[in-house]
C-alpha cells in the first residue's frame, strides 16, 4: 500500500487545449488565462481575479498593491509566526517588514489576541494564513483591522473550498492570494491568483503582474492608437504605453498553458472538492481516540475547511519521538511532510530579524511535533481505513 502525499488531476479538456494553444503558437498570457481568471473569480464569488505565476507572488503583489494606497516600503505587516515559508518571504519580496505574531495551537492560526501589541504606527496590513485549509478567526481580525485602519489580506494558498460563516474564504479581507501549487484543489502546475472585490486594486495588479506597466488592456498591449484607452490618453498618442513603467514591478504572469491545466482542474472541482473533504472529515473524526497521544484541528459548526492536507500533532505527555512516528509511517507506505516551522526562530533566513527562539512558543511546538499526510482525490475511503490501522498499530507498539 502506498499513500503518496500529493495528485494532481489533468484532464482531457486540457490536454485538448495544451494542443491547441501549442498549434497556435500563442502560448504567452492571453485568453485562456482570462477565461481562468473569469472562472476562478466566479467560483470565489469575487469581483475580479488576477493570476500570476506562483502562491508566493500572488501574496507579494497583494502586499506591492498597498504603495499605491499609502503604504511606504519598510512598513510593517502582521503575519502568524507559523506558515510555509514563503508568507515570511513575501512579505520582505515585497519590500515590507514582516511582525510575527504567535498562533493558537489548537486553530494553527494567527492568534488574534496577540494581535494588537504587534501594532506600531507602522503597521500596514494584517495577513492572515488560513492554514491546513482551516479558516482563521476572522471576525476577530477584522474588528483589529477596522480598529486600526489596516488592510486585512488572506493567504489562501492552503484554503481552496474553505467556507466562514456562510462566506466563501477569499472574499473576507481586501485580496486573497491563492497558490496553484500541484498540491492544491485547483492546479496549474505553477501558479497563484489574487482575487479582490476592488477593481482598482485589480487594476494595479495587472500593472504589477506585467514589470509596473502603465497599462494592460486590450488597445494598450496591441498597441493600437486608433483605440480608446483612458490612459493612452493621459501620456498623450505618441507615447508607446506598452514602455510606461508607473511603477516597480515584477515580471510574474502567468501563461496559456498553465490556464488550460486550471481550466480543466476547475471541471473537476466539485468532484475533487467532495473526495478530499469526505476523506479529510473521515480522518478527523477517527482521530479523536487517539486524543491522549495525538491530536488535529477541530472543525467548528460555522466552518468548512478547506481539505488540503490532513495535521497531526504529536502531544507533550508521549513517550515516542515525531521521528519514530514519521519512520513507522515511511514503513508501511504513508508519505508524511513535517508541519511547517516558525519562520522568525525555526527557519534559519529570517534570523536577520533578531527574534530569539522561544519568543513563539506555540508555532515552535508545531514546528517541533507537527506533520502532515495527503488526503487527495486519488485516495479513497480504504486508504483512510489503513491510516487509522497504521496509527493505532504504532501506538499499540
Ligand atoms: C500557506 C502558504 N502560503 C503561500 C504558499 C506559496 O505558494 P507557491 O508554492 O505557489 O508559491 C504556500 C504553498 O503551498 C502555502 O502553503
Known amino acids: ?5 500529493g495528485t494532481i488531476s489533468i484532464t482531457d479538456r486540457s490536454k485538448h487545449l495544451i494542443n491547441m494553444i501549442l498549434k497556435s503558437n500563442r502560448v504567452s498570457s492571453g485568453r485562456y488565462v482570462r477565461e481562468f481568471e473569469k472562472k476562478f473569480a466566479e467560483l470565489i464569488g469575487a469581483k475580479e481575479s488576477v493570476a500570476v505565476s506562483s502562491g508566493t507572488d500572488a501574496i507579494v503583489l497583494a502586499l506591492a498593491v498597498l504603495y499605491d494606497f499609502g503604504a511606504k516600503r519598510g512598513d510593517e505587516i502582521i503575519v502568524p509566526a507559523l506558515s510555509f515559508a514563503a508568507t515570511g518571504n513575501a512579505v520582505l519580496q515585497a519590500g515590507f517588514r514582516p511582525v510575527f505574531v504567535d498562533i493558537n495551537r489548537e486553530s494553527l492560526n494567527i492568534d488574534p489576541l496577540k494581535i494588537e501589541t504587534a501594532i506600531t504606527e507602522n503597521t500596514k496590513a494584517i495577513i492572515a494564513v488560513h492554514l491546513m485549509g482551516k479558516p482563521a478567526d476572522i471576525d476577530a481580525i477584522k474588528a483589529i483591522a477596522k480598529k486600526y485602519k489596516l488592510y486585512l489580506i488572506e493567504d489562501a494558498a492552503e484554503a481552496h ?3 466562514y460563516k456562510g462566506k466563501n474564504i477569499g472574499t473576507l479581507g481586501d485580496m486573497a492570494a491563492y497558490s ?6 485547483i492546479s496549474t502546475v505553477e501558479g497563484g491568483i489574487i482575487t479582490t472585490d476592488k477593481s ?3 487594476e494595479v495588479l495587472r500593472s504589477l503582474r506585467s514589470h509596473g506597466r502603465a497599462c494592460k488592456c486590450e488597445s494598450c498591449v496591441l498597441n493600437t492608437s486608433s483605440a480608446y484607452c483612458a490612459k493612452r ?3 498623450g498618442d505618441n507615447a508607446d504605453i506598452r514602455f510606461i513603467f508607473e511603477r516597480i514591478g515584477f515580471s510574474s504572469k502567468m501563461n496559456e498553458l498553465e490556464a488550460a491545466i486550471g481550466i480543466g482542474n476547475l471541471d473537476l472541482y466539485d468532484e475533487i472538492l467532495n473526495r478530499r473533504r469526505k476523506n479529510l472529515y473521515s480522518l478527523m473524526g477517527r482521530f479523536k481516540q487517539f486524543s491522549s497521544c495525538l491530536t488535529t484541528i477541530k472543525k467548528e459548526a460555522y466552518e468548512e475547511i ?3 492536507a490532513f495535521p497531526i500533532i504529536i502531544k507533550e505527555s508521549v513517550k515516542f519521538t515525531r521521528s ?3 519512520n513507522f509511517l515511511e514503513t508501511k507506505g504513508i508519505d508524511s511532510r513535517n508541519l511547517f516551522s516558525s519562520m522568525p526562530t525555526q527557519c534559519p533566513g529570517f534570523n536577520f530579524l533578531g527574534y530569539k527562539q522561544g519568543m513563539f512558543p506555540e508555532a515552535e511546538y508545531i514546528g517541533d511535533n507537527g506533520i502532515h499526510i495527503g488526503i487527495h482525490q486519488d485516495l479513497k475511503d480504504e486508504d483512510m481505513d489503513y491510516i487509522i490501522d497504521v496509527i493505532k498499530d504504532f501506538l499499540v507498539a
Not at 1 to 5: D, E, G, K
Open 1 to 5: 500500500m502506498r499513500i503518496p502525499f
Open 180 to 185: 496553484l501549487y500541484v498540491a492544491h484543489i
Open 306 to 308: 478547506g481539505p488540503h
Open 233 to 235: 490618453f493621459q501620456y
Open 161 to 163: 473550498g474553505a467556507i
Open 324 to 326: 519514530q512516528l514519521v
Open 200 to 202: 482598482e486594486f485589480a
